[in-house]
């Protein structure tokens, strides 16, 4: 339940919607069809959803055409899912993170540079030479080291950890626990030891960019480990060192990047996808969920599989797999009945 009731009226307001029925009905927060009661919203995103609002009970539905036999209020809206955004934008209860200032128990290097309107948490921790521009907010527990720089109005969660020379860019999101600039995974074998590598490069994070809960960006060897604006990634994702993150591509959770691997701009990686090293991925390339990515793509290929190729071939193979075991027991039989034709003539 959200913690604020709205008015149909007050929605419709908000979207510039149509108001199909009573602007009056009272709504308290926002449901799925089939979970929805009286004084929910509910969507429906296509006909095909619209055909079922006839059983819910919600109070109100986000439609793109009407629906005639629906037994609730609507309200008719030119893109449904951009409606729902801004309903529950509307929803979302107040803001309890750090007001502006320094929390007492923070501990800020007095070499570090702070804008005036700079919102800082308790147990934040912040190293010399950083600076951190105007509208920042640093929830909780916050470790930013030496010599980082981070652009206005970004937002770093509970627990983020920004290691030294790291640069975050304007309106940047961390989620919760996430570390960026942690050193990648080098190492070289000598006489069975394994000796560590440098890295002494860090990470630049562009602007607008979201980083999901638990997810690693890692320094680069040298130069910059880079993930482009506007890109987007989700909770437990593996960016590692030298990897370079066009713009506008979407990491779903637990893709891992494997280094120096150059991403294109708006490339779509479902879950569990992964990507060896030293690859090239071309721009608006999608990878399917669990696609091992081995090799280089061109721009707008659509892959999935182990190793990741063409979706629609896979799709086939995997279809073709199913009949296998049938297959065998048809060769099989048609097997015996050859040997069986071969001893009859033999005799």
């Known amino acids: 339940m959200s913690e604020k009731t709205l008015t149909v009226r007050y929605i419709a307001q908000l979207l510039g919607a149509e108001v199909l029925g ?55 809206v030119d893109n449904v899912k951009l409606a729902v955004a801004k309903v529950l934008g509307a929803m979302a209860p107040e803001y309890s993170g750090p007001v502006v200032g320094v ?18 948490g308790p147990g934040v921790t912040i190293g010399p030479g950083t600076k951190i521009g105007p509208g920042v907010v640093l929830h909780a527990n916050v470790c930013i080291a030496g010599n980082v720089t ?11 950890v920004v290691l030294d020379r790291c640069v975050i860019g304007n309106r940047v999101i961390i989620g919760p626990n996430s570390v960026i600039g942690a050193d990648g ?14 890295h002494i490069g860090n990470v630049i994070i562009e602007d607008e960019v979201e980083i999901g809960a638990c997810s690693c960006v890692d320094r680069a060897k040298f130069g910059s480990t880079i ?22 591509c979407l990491l779903c959770a637990q893709v891992g990047v494997a280094g120096s691997v150059k991403l294109g701009n708006y490339v779509v990686a479902g879950g569990h996808a992964g990507f060896r090293d030293n690859i090239v991925v071309g721009n608006e390339v999608q990878c ?34 199913r009949d296998l075991p049938e297959l065998i027991k048809q060769v099989r039989t048609i097997e015996a009945r050859l040997e069986s034709l071969v001893q009859t003539e033999d005799n």
């Open 22 to 76: 009573s602007d009056e009905v009272q709504i308290d927060s926002m449901a799925a069809l089939d979970q929805a009661g009286p004084s929910d919203i509910t969507f429906a995103v296509d006909k095909r959803f619209a055909s079922r609002l006839v059983d819910s009970r919600a109070g109100c539905a986000i439609v793109s055409d009407p629906v005639s036999d629906a037994p609730m209020c609507l309200l008719l």
């Open 288 to 321: 399917s969920a669990f696609a091992a990515v081995a090799s280089n793509l061109d721009d707008g290929e659509n892959v999935a599989g182990i190793p990741a190729h063409d979706r629609r071939r896979t799709l086939r193979e995997l279809r073709a797999l």
């Open 150 to 160: 981070i652009g206005s109005e970004s937002t770093l969660q509970q627990g983020v």
């Open 227 to 248: 993930v482009g604006a506007g890109s987007k990634i989700d909770n437990l994702v593996q960016v590692a060192h030298n990897v370079q993150v066009g713009e506008g």
């Open 103 to 120: 929390d007492a128990s923070a501990q800020v290097s007095p070499q570090a540079e702070l804008a005036d309107d700079v919102s800082v």
């Open 185 to 198: 995974f080098g190492y070289d074998t000598v006489e069975g030891v394994h000796q560590k590598i440098p």
